[in-house]
């Protein structure tokens, strides 16, 4: 049954019809308890949804949709291990990749959780040899730089990771540097092989597949680098001291020259962009320690927890993913901001449209047949200071609606003296708040606004959702990513879609295998539209 055949779509439609005339500040001056009535807690977060356009008669039918839905027999399949990624016939696992040891948990005759941690003890082993400085390079120095190759789910996850939580690396990692490559055209490798050591460089390949062409061809152009740089030194030597490959294909990874020694394995049900919890987090361990790299994967489990076992009412990923639905197919708003007010968090937003625009965006339902409503929005965003002087003009004064969520840590140096540092957190708290409160309730905040011109109002009833940590550590970091994880899973049953699957990203680089042969010289090219024609012949002009 389609989702709008649903009592309750039926419900919210009419509800919405009055509720779009309404204003979030008018439902403030209405509910002056608001912020009691529509916060949320789990451990150390706080969801904050008393700026959106909702009353308790919204909220409540928004549950009422989840459970005519079965949302609940959903989330127990994904943590069962069922197979919900019905176009690949395979489960989605990745909670499994951060359940603790000793959790029983067969699928399809295997015991899950007990790989997982042997995966985990084989990484532990490697960054183990990497800190202690054992891992050395092919003069006998010890290995002080790593690079990750990999791209998608592959990098995001990482070098968000890296960079948010870099000030709790453990003394055996403060002298590694870490960096992260990931486009196809060179650039990022060209420039940052330039200042790099290669005897005392290693580099991670991580490629699922281990076929993926950006992945590889930066590889072999590390590998040519070393090559290079070692007159004597066999390519087999080179590989064996310079390279680990991190895959779901290991036959693949030999065959490239990756012995089994330096190779982690991960599983075909983990998706590239739930990837971080597995084995693809090596660049993290390697950041943070295991301990760190472990307490991530202790918050994550903690909102897996909290998902699982929390009712619908009170769930954070239930309710800011049925808020959402509420924006986009009763509201009509099709524009989400992540807007982060830490610099630490600068990557999250990137991080996010992949996992919600890569796993939502799509038009057909797990039926075959296509969706008579909208699904995932755009998603965009950037640390909120400098999003302020660049794209709020349109959130404040613009002609879009615009969902927006705010996240902000409370608590940040507070083990300081330096109290410049402790008023720039208070300056950045301030900002953070008030945006959020005029985008919500437009200049009625402000006293004699309507005396203003009206080139200076502010309309605000800009929907605003506040993500409060206490602080930004391993934990916490671990239970945002989680939450937003399984908002996309929540919302996904609503919508009749497998968010678990990619179609239309493996089409296109389909597309752009076949083109490559077109790139050489007097290759055939009539088989190609007018455009793609006139393109080539211009490309091979200039390349003459």
């Not at 490239?256 to 597995?278: C, E, H, V």
């Not at 969520?405 to 608590?411: E, G, H, Q, S, T």
């Amino acid at each position: 049954m389609s989702p709008k055949e649903t009592t309750a779509w039926v419900d919210l439609q009419s509800h919405a019809y009055y509720m779009s005339q309404s204003h979030i500040s008018t439902l403030f001056d209405e509910s002056p308890n608001r912020f009691a009535q529509f916060g949320f807690t789990q451990d150390n977060l706080l969801l904050d949804l008393s700026k959106q356009r909702i009353t308790d008669e919204t909220l409540r039918l928004l549950i009422d949709l989840a459970k005519e839905r079965g949302l609940s027999t959903w989330i127990e399949a994904l943590f069962n291990g069922e197979h919900i990624n019905d176009s690949e016939d395979r489960p989605a696992l990745h909670t499994a990749l951060r359940t603790p040891k000793g959790v029983k948990l067969e699928v399809d005759g295997v015991e899950i959780i007990e790989e997982v941690h042997q995966n985990l003890e084989s990484m532990e082993a490697i960054v183990t040899k990497i800190h202690s400085g054992q891992w050395r390079g092919f003069t006998g120095h010890s290995i002080n730089t790593v690079v990750n190759i990999g791209v998608g789910g592959s990098d995001l996850g990482p070098l968000m990771a890296c960079k948010a939580l870099a000030e709790h690396a453990p003394e055996s990692a403060r002298n590694l540097n870490v960096h992260f490559v990931s486009s196809m055209d060179g650039s990022q490798l060209a420039d940052l092989l330039s200042h790099l050591n290669p005897a005392r460089t290693l580099f991670v390949i991580s490629s699922k597949s281990f076929t993926t062409i950006d992945t590889l061809a930066n590889a072999n152009t590390a590998k040519e680098w070393l090559k290079q740089a070692s007159d004597d030194a066999s390519e087999a030597i080179l590989v064996s001291r310079h390279f680990i490959g991190v895959s779901a294909s290991p036959d693949k990874a030999l065959k490239w020259g990756i012995p089994k020694a330096n190779q982690l394995a991960f599983w075909d049900w983990t998706g590239g962009r739930y990837s971080m919890w597995s084995t693809i987090g090596l660049p993290i361990a390697l950041k943070l320690g295991m301990k760190g790299f472990r307490e991530i994967l202790a918050g994550a489990h903690a909102m897996d927890t909290h998902f699982r076992e929390t009712p619908l009412e009170q769930n954070l990923p239930v309710l800011i993913a049925m808020v959402g639905i509420w924006n986009i197919n009763f509201l009509n708003i099709n524009a989400h901001a992540i807007l982060p007010y830490d610099g630490r968090l600068s990557h999250l937003p990137a991080y996010l449209e992949q996992l919600e625009m890569e796993s939502n965006g799509k038009s057909v339902t797990r039926k075959g047949e296509a969706t008579t409503y909208n699904t995932c929005p755009i998603l965009w965003g950037e640390v909120g200071t400098n999003a302020q002087h660049a794209f709020y003009q349109l959130l404040h004064q613009g002609t879009e609606s615009v969902m927006c969520d705010f996240i902000v840590a409370a608590k940040r140096y507070h083990d300081t003296d330096n109290s410049e540092l402790k008023h720039q957190h208070q300056l950045n708290l301030a900002n953070c708040l008030a945006q959020s409160r005029i985008l919500a309730l437009g200049d009625t905040v402000i006293k004699d606004a309507e005396s203003a011109p009206v080139y200076k109002r502010y309309k605000g009833n800009q929907p605003c959702t506040t993500l409060l940590l206490d602080e930004l550590t391993p934990h916490t970091f671990g239970q945002i990513i989680a939450m937003y994880e399984h908002k996309v899973f929540v919302q996904s049953v609503i919508w009749d879609i497998n968010p678990f699957d990619q179609w239309g990203v493996e089409l296109g680089k389909k597309v752009a295998t076949t083109l490559l042969d077109a790139l050489t010289p007097d290759a055939s090219i009539e088989a190609f539209d007018a455009s793609t024609q006139g393109l080539l012949q211009h490309i091979s002009i200039r390349n003459k």
